[in-house]
């Protein structure tokens, strides 16, 4: 798990996979991930099999009928904000792949137009991405013009819109950004790459990998890991 300005939703669906490759049995079980703002080493036996959506910032009220900040840095059963939790991870394993996707989209949608979270008069959605395809290369005074509205009155909508402050938002689409160096081999100018990324310098960066992964950006590239915000940096050229 990565530190993230997100938040997902995840089903795991009554198997996982041992590290020796061995599946069992396992739980049914539905959980919300809210924003996570730093994380620690995680180690675990065994590797569910699950499915599961990943929301935009700015969503995850629609989904869960309460304001963001209630989820952050904390993941919750599925069965304290939406009773049929389990039951939705039986129904889910029993389908194919492409069963499974059109299910759990038809009833994200669903859930999504039954929202009771009063709309904002700012664009959170549309303000998130905009941080994030400048790859959080945006100050908060800037994104406060961008949405009309004061730096505090900023600061507000985003802790019930998205769960983390506008300035550390930023700070993870910019260490999201910075992950497409773990994709390009050990021949990396960390230096270089730390001035490309508008991080202050080389000692700056590795901290902010450590607070936001756990790793250093080294570790990233010299071992074997797995993330889709690696695959998604991995697809994505930074000239895009």
Known sequence: MFADGHASIVFDLGMA???????????????????ITCVGPVF?????????????????????HLPAFEFTD???SLEDIWSAGSRLAVELSELDEEQRIDRLEALLLQRMGR???????????????????????????????????????????????????PKLYCRLARFQSALYYATVGNNVDWAQAALDTGYADQSHM??????????????????RWFHPFIEHARLKPRNS
């Open 115 to 165: 929202s009771l979270m009063t709309n904002s008069l700012v664009d959170m959605p549309q303000l998130v991405s905009f941080a994030l395809e400048n790859r959080g290369h945006v100050d908060v005074g800037t994104l406060a013009n961008l949405a009309g509205v004061s730096r505090q009155h900023l600061a507000r909508l985003f802790r019930e819109w998205v769960g983390v402050s």
């Open 17 to 35: 996979c041992r590290l020796d490759g061995v599946w069992q049995p396992d739980l049914f079980r539905g959980r919300l991930i809210g924003a």
């Open 206 to 223: 590795i901290a902010e990998f450590r607070e936001f992964s756990s790793l250093t950006p080294r570790q990233l590239t010299t071992e």
């Open 74 to 76: 904390k993941v919750v």
């Open 44 to 64: 675990e036996a065994t590797r569910p099999a699950m499915v599961g959506a990943y929301f935009h910032g700015g969503q995850i009220p629609s989904i869960a």
